[in-house]
């Protein structure tokens, strides 16, 4: 089975800092990756996934992910973070050939003006 | 093109009642997943559905909850008899395409509260 670690559960960062929220996974078999966003009462919004090719992912709202299969980890960053960015993340995993997503706990990113 | 559409957003309901929630997925696509998220906890896929058919159910509870995805009309999450620790917040998803590397988009929820 498959299983996801988000070490940090809420993450306070000032305007204009760098981020970055860490995820890792733990599977027996090869897996894709992906983040999703939760905002206030919404659904989730996919960030990013990782499926193959280049570690280095970028997706939506200057978001960008890398994938290291030594250290199972594929943390997600962003160079300057905004005040919308306020939301929920979610680290989630799903094993070749299946369709259910694993999720991690999440990190509450709370930017300080 | 609409997205995910769940009705209703908010549901109470009082202890031993029966709860419906409704989850009508992106135009085209024909594969909807069920995840209950609890309070301060991620996500929890319940079940997976294509028209007329459950493919996967395994984290369905045993008793009191039903899922169906039926030929024409929303999937249907049923909750039977309802009880305090069933409060949570229900995300339906759907993908136009089985395989874990097809996008599944999600729905705002049903956040049940059961009094």
């Known amino acids: 089975a498959q299983s996801v670690t988000q070490l940090d559960s809420q993450v306070p960062v000032f305007e204009e800092a760098p981020v970055e929220l860490r995820c890792n996974y733990s599977?027996?078999?090869?897996?894709?990756l992906f983040w999703y966003v939760q905002y206030p009462n919404q659904g989730l919004q996919l960030l990013l996934k990782?499926?193959?090719?280049?570690?280095l992912v970028k997706g939506i709202n200057g978001f960008e992910a890398e994938f290291n299969k030594s250290q199972t980890s594929f943390h997600l960053r962003k160079p300057s973070v905004h005040i919308s960015d306020t939301a929920e993340y979610f680290c989630a995993v799903i094993k070749f050939g299946n369709e259910k997503l694993t999720f991690g706990t999440g990190t509450r990113l709370t930017i300080i003006p | 093109n609409a997205g995910v559409m769940q009705n209703p957003r908010h549901l109470v309901r009082r202890r031993g009642q029966e709860a419906r929630l409704r989850c009508s997925p992106m135009k085209g696509h024909s594969h909807v997943y069920w995840y209950r998220q609890l309070p301060e906890e991620g996500l929890k896929f319940m079940v997976y559905l294509q028209k007329e058919n459950i493919i996967d159910e395994s984290g369905m509870p045993k008793e009191r909850f039903s899922a169906e995805f039926p030929k024409e009309g929303p999937s249907i999450l049923r909750i039977q008899q309802v009880v305090r620790g069933d409060s949570a917040a229900y995300f339906c998803?759907?993908?136009?395409?089985?395989?874990?590397?097809?996008?599944?988009?999600f729905g705002q929820g049903t956040r049940l509260t059961v009094v």
């Open positions: 998803a759907s993908s136009l395409d089985r395989g874990g590397g097809t996008e599944a988009f």
């Open positions: 990782y499926l193959s090719g280049s570690t």
């Open positions: 599977s027996s078999v090869s897996v894709y």
